[in-house]
């Protein structure tokens, strides 16, 4: 599998054109598995899903768990221990009145991980459902959000990850059996938040502190340490309002000829890595791309500008493109040839 951009560290991302100036961010939310396989395909070449697959269960140098401000990510294996120990504190703080709402006490919470701990050593892997049919011999009910928020506990305080998927459904691994230690974190304390912020500019740049704050759900008192550390060490530099990595700057693309056309998947991060939408979306059409209920729906690009929205139809065999407005025939040609390629993506193999 040949990628332009791994799932947050390795080569620079290809750019969109600089008049509309962010990168195409190089990890993908993973909030629907589907989606996240489709965000790793549109920053690649020649990228299929079954080597995606291979990436997450045979080889295992990526991994998908709860991350940035507390949601599904894929990330560089590697990258696992140290990211979360950097941003779990700060997402278990911020559910502690959750739990209160939900009854989840220090007590019941300790003992859910316990639980989970055992079965999964004994049973593992297993799905959501699986976990959940073992949680309510604690005494909870298997609807509701207490499963989820234990199992998303479990994961915080690093007992479990993403594993393999059973008949397309994902299971739940222990961490610590599915990518076993390798000692000491690749980085702690401020170094560890200092790379971070590092890796975002590598991928997002140029942008913005508060756009950083955003995208990682860190305090911003922490992104400003960050940023300073960062400029002291001559890694960043200031690009009008915006900051990059030094030496960025000569990178940045000039205007083609040739659009730049990319279909991206519901959630994709380059529509919400950063503070705002304006560079990512026309005002005029951001109710179309964010319909509300938390949904985020799959969106063509056009050097770096959303122009449509998108749908796979019945078997995805078939995609349907709903354009904001009439679209030139250059770019008309770049949506075919995406929608060509998002079919064959998901084509079953046989």
């Known amino acids: ?16 054109p600089a008049e509309h100036g962010r990168h195409l961010q190089r990890r993908p939310s993973a909030q629907d598995a589907t989606a996240a396989d489709l965000g790793i395909r549109v920053r690649g070449q020649d990228v299929t899903a079954q080597a995606i697959r291979t990436a997450y269960e045979d080889e ?27 941003l779990s504190p700060r997402i278990l703080a911020a559910t502690s009145r959750r739990y209160q709402q939900l009854g989840l006490d220090d007590d019941l919470r ?15 892997p297993l799905t959501r459902a699986e976990l959940t049919e073992h949680l309510t011999t604690l005494g909870i009910s298997p609807d509701g959000q207490v499963p989820f928020h234990l199992i998303r ?21 222990l961490l610590n059996d599915w990518l076993p230690t390798t000692g000491r974190f690749r980085w702690e ?6 790379e971070l912020a590092r890796r975002y500019l590598a991928a997002h740049a140029p942008a913005t502190l508060e756009d950083f704050v955003a995208w990682s759900g860190l305090p911003i008192t922490w992104a400003r340490r960050a940023w300073k550390m960062l400029a002291e060490s001559g890694v960043i530099t200031e690009y009008g309002a915006l900051t990059m ?26 529509l ?20 509300g209920g938390g949904l ?25 493109v709903d354009a904001f407005e009439s679209v030139p025939p250059q770019i008309e040609q770049g949506i075919d040839m995406e929608k060509e390629a998002v079919v064959g993506f998901l084509r079953p193999t046989t």
């Open 60 to 86: 295992r140098s990526i991994v998908r768990n709860w991350y940035m401000r507390g949601t599904l990510h894929t990330i560089p294996s590697d990258d696992a221990r140290w990211v979360l120990q950097l």
């Open 110 to 124: 300790q003992r859910a991980d316990h639980l989970i701990r055992r079965v999964l050593t004994t049973h593992g």
């Open 153 to 173: 506990h479990a994961a915080l305080t690093g007992i479990l990850c993403h594993g393999p998927q059973r008949a397309g459904e994902a299971t739940y691994v």
């Open 245 to 270: 990595l030094a030496g960025r700057v000569k990178e940045l693309p000039r205007s083609s000829d040739t659009p730049d056309v990319r279909m991206l998947p519901a959630y994709d991060n380059y």
């Open 296 to 320: 985020i729906r799959p969106t063509v690009i056009a050097d770096g500008l959303a122009i449509a929205t998108w749908t796979r139809g019945p078997g995805s065999r078939s995609i349907q």
């Open 1 to 16: 599998m040949t990628t332009k951009a791994s799932a947050g560290c390795g080569p620079t991302p290809r750019p969109w």
């Open 189 to 194: 304390g401020d170094d560890a938040l200092a």
């Open 272 to 291: 919400i890595g950063y503070r705002t939408r304006e560079a990512s979306v026309p005002a005029l059409h951001q109710a179309r791309v964010w319909p």
